[in-house]
Every structure is written in C-alpha cells, then in structure tokens.
C-alpha cells in the first residue's frame, strides 16, 4: 500500500480511469455485437442501423483515448464490410 500522499491519489485517479475505460469499452462490444447479430440474421434494416450506432459508440471510445484512432477505424471498417456483404 502507498504511504505517499500523491500515490494514494494516483491509485485513486487510476482506478477510476479505468472503470471508465471499461465502461466504455464494453459498450462498444456490445454495440458490435448488436452488428454481428443483425448480419447473422440477414437483417440488412436492422444491420445498417446497429453500424451507425457502433460507429458513433466506436468513435467517442477513440476520442476519449479508449482506443487508438487506427484500432477503432479497424473495427469499424470490419463492420462496414459485413454489412456490405449482406447487399
């Protein structure tokens, strides 16, 4: 355990840094999966709609340094590629 006081603020700071974080993350898996569900059922209405909804969640997670801008153009990319195949 830290003595210091600046230690004890950082693990305070840490920990609620990464809760954040996953909240975050987590709410992208689920908006991706919301994707992954609508193309397995060969939805094309309901795929498109989950996408821009994913897109938006994956972007602000990128913005706010969740993720690196390239890993969420990444994942983005993969989504748009599923929802296309479905045309």
């Not at 992208?28 to 060969?42: C, M, P, Q, R, W």
Request: glycine content about 2%; cysteine-free; aromatic content about 2%.
């Amino acid at each position: 355990m830290a003595n210091i006081k600046s230690a004890k603020k950082r693990i305070l700071v840490n920990q609620t840094k990464a809760a954040r974080n996953k909240s975050i993350r987590s709410a992208v898996k689920t908006s991706i999966k919301k994707v992954e569900a609508a193309v397995a059922t060969k939805d094309k209405a309901a795929a498109t709609a989950a996408l821009t909804s994913a897109t938006a969640t994956i972007s602000k997670a990128a913005s706010k340094g969740v993720y690196h801008k390239n890993n969420a153009a990444r994942k983005v990319s993969r989504l748009a590629q599923m929802v296309n195949k479905l045309a």
